[in-house]
């Protein structure tokens, strides 16, 4: 049973553009819902996370819109970079994230030059 | 470098050999995490540990997979007779106790398992 489930599985966005990632989760216990950003070889780090007290949050070029009701969230980027080329992963955690992470599949972006 | 730090980078092993790869949190996190990567998968929960206390273990780990964290300070993940359904990359994160201020977990850059 897959818990988070994660969309696309492949983006490529022009530079300046857009980039938009979706998750959707079952579990109504989760409450709290980070982003991680892999590049390859490395380990995934944090890049922005919500609780789902508020509806939105944005740090710098990226912003997460919460949906409580639908059970759904999304990472945007705007004004996409080559440099933000990585593998993102969405996750879902209990206990305020101090607990173990439920990870989406993972979404690959490319943004071209 | 006060991050997490995991070793080796890189294993080869043939099959049916036992493997060990080591975690070292960062210092003040007594929570640490060990995750099991796929390619082309998100990371997937294998164990926890609060200080030396293991107190989680996912049905993927099978009785083949031992992890200890003696002294709840550095931590290693034992895979005895290794199989090629083995083959990943092996993540250890930390967190810190500190729930009011900072739950993140802190990934280290893995381990890549091949076994041949």
């Known amino acids: 049973q897959q818990q988070v489930k994660q969309s696309p599985q492949s983006l490529i966005v022009q530079k300046g553009g857009i980039s938009i990632i979706n998750c959707a989760y079952e579990n109504t216990a989760f409450d709290y819902f980070p982003w991680y950003q892999q590049f390859p070889g490395k380990g995934p780090a944090l890049l922005i996370a919500?609780?789902?007290?508020?509806s939105e949050k944005k740090e710098g070029r990226f912003t997460i819109s919460f949906n409580k009701s639908a059970k759904q969230f999304s990472l945007h980027i705007m004004d996409s970079q080559p440099g933000d080329s990585a593998t993102y992963f969405c996750?879902?955690?209990?206990?305020?994230?101090?607990?173990?992470?439920?990870f989406g599949k993972g979404t690959m972006l490319l943004v071209s030059p | 470098d006060t991050g997490v730090s995991q070793n080796p980078r890189h294993k080869i092993t043939k099959r049916g050999q036992n493997v060990t790869f080591r975690c070292d949190p960062i210092?003040?996190?007594?929570?640490l995490y060990w995750y099991r990567q796929t390619l082309g998968q998100g990371p997937e929960f294998l164990t926890y540990f609060q200080n030396e206390a293991q107190l989680e273990k996912s049905r993927l780990l099978s009785d083949r997979f031992s992890a200890e964290r003696p002294k709840g300070s550095f931590s290693t993940l034992e895979i005895q007779r290794t199989e090629q359904g083995d083959s990943a990359m092996y993540l250890c994160?930390?967190?810190?106790?500190?729930?009011?201020?900072?739950?993140?977990?802190?990934f280290g850059q893995g381990t890549r398992l091949t076994v041949v």
């Open positions: 996750a879902a955690s209990m206990n305020s994230g101090y607990s173990t992470l439920t």
């Open positions: 210092s003040e996190h007594n929570r």
């Open positions: 994160a930390s967190s810190s106790p500190n729930k009011r201020l900072n739950t993140e977990a802190f």
């Open positions: 919500i609780r789902p007290d508020v």
